[in-house]
């Protein structure tokens, strides 16, 4: 017995397990209840006593060691199947899915529609390349008035890219009937000198009501009340008179920045404050051009810069950063 129990060691250190069927192979061969350790076990059973002593230690020996065999041949193979069996090795960091983020102006934007809509405006948009006449004419800018050299743009034959979303305004004008409360979100361009606070496209939300007995009261509160919900409440704003040709009275607002920071000093050319948006009361010959009697009705317009407000808020310096398509940039805005 001795003899075959050496055998048997040999031939397990000699066997080749390489995979599950292997394996099974080898179990039912060794371990199975008919297999051949169960045999030797029985063939013990036989021996004398004095037999027994040697006998028994070296089978048990054997057992163990397939026993042992068995145990690792089979968490190495499961093990492998774990990392992929066939080719795939699951190993491999995984493919990163990187989410993207929605751009900060676009965050903005969506505060602002937001904001707007709790107040009951609707939301519209119009086309980016306008004619003259939606652009300039129906905002009572006169043919040859300088107010359309402060808003230079590109040309396109009888075409312009607009260069506000007050042009949005007459549309709408010309296709609703008041009351309309409204807000315009859109892209514009103007034939700027390109530097860190201003450059060729931007961004406005252009906001009208037109009601009966609308007042620059009302104006000034749905301002205000933007401004609390957009940067907190006490954000000091102020309203300097201005010159539009489509709003008569017409002011500029601006909000208090502060002027710690050589930051802040910066942004706010010494003075603490920030112009972000103009405003005034719908002019009565642009209601006229639109259909509308200035008899009966009066209404308020405002135009907020978008891209300012998106510095603002979230400590841009550049303006030009917003277009660059920096990832470091963009990827600072994931779940805002
Ligand atoms: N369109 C003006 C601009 O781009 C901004 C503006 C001023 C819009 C007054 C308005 C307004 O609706 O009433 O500079």
Redesign the pocket.
């Known amino acids: 017995m001795e003899d075959k129990i050496k055998h048997i060691a040999q031939e397990i250190e000699n066997s080749q397990i390489q995979n599950k069927s292997d394996l099974e192979e080898f179990r039912l061969k060794y371990l199975s209840r008919k297999g051949i350790l169960n045999a030797m076990f029985e063939e013990f059973k036989q021996c004398d006593s004095n037999q027994k002593k040697i006998v028994g230690k070296s089978l048990n020996e054997l057992k163990n060691k397939i026993e042992e065999l068995y145990d690792i041949k089979n968490s190495e193979l499961n093990n492998e199947e774990d990392n992929g069996d066939n080719g795939i090795d699951t190993t491999l960091p995984v493919y990163n899915f990187q989410p993207g983020s929605l751009h900060p102006l676009k965050l903005v934007e969506d505060k602002l529609v937001d904001i707007f809509y709790s107040l009951g405006f609707d939301l519209s948009q119009g086309p980016e390349i306008e004619d003259d006449w939606h652009n300039f004419g129906a905002l009572n800018f006169a043919e040859d008035h300088p107010a359309r050299d402060?808003?230079d743009t590109f040309f396109i034959n009888q075409h312009v890219l607009r260069?506000?979303?007050?042009s949005v305004?007459v549309r709408e004008m010309q296709k609703r009937k008041p009351p309309m409360r409204l807000i315009m979100p859109g892209r514009?361009y103007r034939n700027e000198a390109v530097s860190s606070r201003s450059n060729c496209f931007f961004h406005?939300i252009?906001?009208?009501y037109i009601d009966e007995k609308v007042t620059f009261a009302d104006l000034k509160q749905t301002l205000y009340y933007f401004v609390q919900q957009f940067f907190g409440q006490g954000t000091k704003v102020r309203f300097r008179s201005?010159y539009?040709p489509?709003?008569e009275p017409?002011a500029?607002m601006d909000i208090w920045v502060g002027c710690d920071t050589p930051e802040q000093l910066r942004l706010t050319k010494g003075t603490g404050w920030l112009e972000v948006?103009?405003?005034?009361m719908?002019h009565p010959n642009v209601l006229v051009s639109n259909g509308i009697d200035p008899s009966q009705f009066s209404g308020?317009?405002?135009?907020i810069?978008m891209d300012r407000l998106t510095m603002l808020k979230y400590s841009i310096n550049d303006i030009r950063d917003l277009f660059t398509n920096d990832v470091r940039l963009l990827s600072q805005f994931k779940g805002v």
Request: aromatic share 14%; proline share 0%.
């Open positions: 402060m808003q260069t506000h979303t007050s305004q514009v406005q252009e906001g009208i201005s539009f489509f709003t017409s500029e948006l103009g405003c005034g719908i308020f317009a405002f135009g810069g």
